[in-house]
């Protein structure tokens, strides 16, 4: 909340003082303040009473601190889920008696009963929730969501600037908690892609609140620590392991329009665990020559000692720009801040009020050299320029080995990122990295993110069927690797698509062995560029649509894996599709059988 005069005992000018420090502060630096201004008010003085134990006839008026927490996630990709997990742990060696779930596992007419609720949700694609949070999204935005006067909150809400619609779901939740009565319990937190240090602190100032009106002694400062440290492994996303590239091939033919790299790396020794539907988490290092450009660019000597973070780390300036902070993308919060040190008056009128459409479209397909280039540098020092940009963050590989098959190994299917924009030649940070600069013997920093929503079936006679143009095959390389390593006799599909078969069929041979040897039940493909009208994956399930839908009746899981925005798009239509059609429902129970796939954990997606 903002202060204003009108709700404070302040003045304008102590109110704009306190607006923009508040903001600033870490919430360890919060309880400090707080209890500094507590010890230093002299006794004599009368001033707003501080909550203490009611006593006399205002006890009754008092309603008893429920020490019970829900937890719940909305999550895609596996982040959100450990967060919630985390704070889940952390509040259990508080004393409060905790309970965490997936929003789609906890039953909604629970949520009357529910007094301390914690929301931990990602934004997935445009300003959507993840898929495991659609049912209770739109329950909670429906006509039958209770009443919650009864109800304290905190939201924390994880997302990417460079979207439009930063961190929308979270925002979205936070605003109908507090429509239908709930008291804000602590501020929503709103997190970037390095969300460590603000999600720590935000579960510091939510223990911090409820301790306090609970009663508790658990209202101490905590030390902020990144959010995800409980793991076996003595490596992790805040401490990556070194691990050695073994073997980095093409794997398209000669002709082909792409570059897909097959990567093998040693996890010997590392403790690193994995399961088919996991990620791997690369921390790259932008491209040298793009970085030389830069530093010619700015004024300041490649050498000069900046200061990168809030723990204090310093790198030369070259350093940090090579391998801490992102210089690919440019995002509006970005923008802003760097208007506001810039003397540039084109950059203030480009993010002024009324020009978010000139904004929007200046962004797209640009980086930092262009921002540079045409709005000039801004701060008066190195230390002033670098203050504003992001931490670089790692990018995430759907895994393409079965540990099982590859003891010590990870594999990785990663397509090569090279196109042109604003007359200027673009390369993918991290696939780039791995395609032009990573050599056999090289190290390259890595750790393991666990997906628990993107998982074989725990019963290998479940059939499986399995969506994977392109690189999205990835995952399923690790699924057929597991369930031969395991003897697995439940029935398997793959669709899997791209440009052209002699040259773009990835891991051929592979599928061809699991097919002979009934690893694989059946597999259909579509090389859209080899025929005169483009054919795609959706077109292969349409065609086999009948059969399809008799696996799901069987009780099948339906996998797709890959580019979210167009390809996921057209599978979950068509699935829909196949399902009103085949099973001779209208759409809206089409949809609910959907929506009951997914409750059962019958349809999960990786996509991107």
């Not at 309603?63 to 019970?68: C, R, V």
């Not at 898929?131 to 329950?139: G, I, K, P, T, V």
């Not at 979270?170 to 709103?190: A, M, P, T």
């Not at 042109?420 to 050599?439: D, P």
């Amino acid at each position: 909340m903002q202060l204003q005069v009108i709700n404070s005992p302040f003045n304008q000018e102590q109110v704009e003082l306190l607006n923009q420090l508040l903001p600033s502060l870490t919430e360890s630096q919060k309880v400090w303040l707080s209890g500094y201004l507590a010890a230093s008010q002299p006794a004599s003085v009368s001033s707003t009473p501080v909550p203490t134990v009611a006593t006399g006839s205002d006890q009754a008026a008092v309603q008893p601190i429920s020490k019970e927490v829900t937890v719940l996630y909305g999550s895609q990709s596996g982040n959100a889920q450990g967060l919630a997990v985390n704070a889940g742990k952390k509040l259990e060696d508080k004393g409060f008696q905790v309970t965490v779930s997936s929003m789609s596992d906890f039953k909604p007419n629970q949520l009357k009963k529910v007094k301390n609720l914690l929301i931990v949700v990602s934004t997935h694609g445009e300003g959507t929730p993840p898929d495991n949070a659609l049912s209770f999204h739109e329950f909670l935005h429906g006509k039958r969501a209770p009443k919650l006067d009864d109800l304290r909150y905190s939201v924390l809400s994880l997302g990417d600037s460079s979207y439009e619609f930063f961190c929308q779901t979270g925002k979205d939740f936070d605003k109908r908690l507090g429509e239908l009565g709930g008291k804000e319990l602590y501020q929503r937190v709103d997190c970037d892609l390095d969300f460590d240090e603000p999600a720590a602190e935000w579960l510091d100032g939510v223990i911090s609140s409820l301790s306090q009106v609970s009663g508790g002694n658990t209202a101490s400062a905590q030390v902020a620590v990144p959010a995800q440290q409980a793991v076996d492994s003595p490596y992790s996303r805040t401490n990556p392991y070194q691990a050695e590239v073994l073997e980095n091939i093409n794997l398209n033919g000669r002709g082909s329009n792409k570059e897909t790299r097959h990567i093998e790396l040693s996890l010997i020794d590392s403790g690193l665990t994995y399961e088919p539907g996991d990620a791997l988490g690369i921390i790259p290092e932008n491209d040298p020559e793009l970085v030389e450009e830069l530093l010619e660019r700015l004024s300041w000597d490649s050498a000069e000692k900046v200061t990168v973070n809030k723990q204090g780390e310093v790198y030369t300036l070259k350093d940090a720009l090579t391998s801490y902070f992102e210089i690919t993308v440019l995002t509006k919060p970005f923008l802003e801040k760097v208007a506001q040190l810039s003397t540039n008056e084109g950059l203030s009128d480009l993010v002024s009020s009324g020009n978010e459409k000139k904004l929007k479209e200046y962004i797209e397909g640009r980086d930092l050299l262009d921002l540079v280039r045409d709005f000039g540098v801004w701060g008066n020092s190195a230390q002033e320029f670098v203050s504003v940009l992001r931490k670089m963050p790692p990018r995430l590989y759907s895994i393409a080995s079965s540990l099982q098959a590859n003891p010590d190994e990870v594999h990785l299917t990663i397509g090569a990122v090279r196109y042109n924009a604003n007359e200027r030649e673009r390369k993918g940070v991290c696939s780039i990295h791995v395609a032009e600069r990573l050599q056999l013997g090289d190290t390259v920093p890595v750790y393991i993110h666990h997906n628990q929503n993107f998982k074989l079936p725990a019963n290998p006679e479940t059939p499986v069927i399995m969506v994977g143009p392109g690189t999205g095959v990835a995952p399923f390389r690790a699924f057929m690797q597991e369930r031969e390593e395991m003897g697995a006799e439940g029935k398997s599909w793959m669709f899997f698509g791209d440009q052209h078969f002699v040259t773009d069929f990835l891991y051929q041979t592979e599928w061809q062995k699991w097919l002979k040897d009934g690893v694989l039940t059946r597999m259909d493909v579509a090389f859209s560029r080899d025929t005169e009208e483009k054919v795609y994956v959706q077109h292969r399930m349409y065609e086999n649509s009948k059969e399809l839908f008799q696996w799901l009746e069987e009780g099948a899981v339906f996998y797709v894996c890959g580019d979210e925005k167009h390809m996921a798009r057209d599978v979950h239509n068509a699935l829909l599709e196949i399902i009103a059609t085949e099973g001779k429902m209208s759409r809206e129970k089409a949809e609910e059988y959907l929506s009951d796939m997914q409750q059962q954990k019958r349809y999960q997606r990786d996509v991107y």
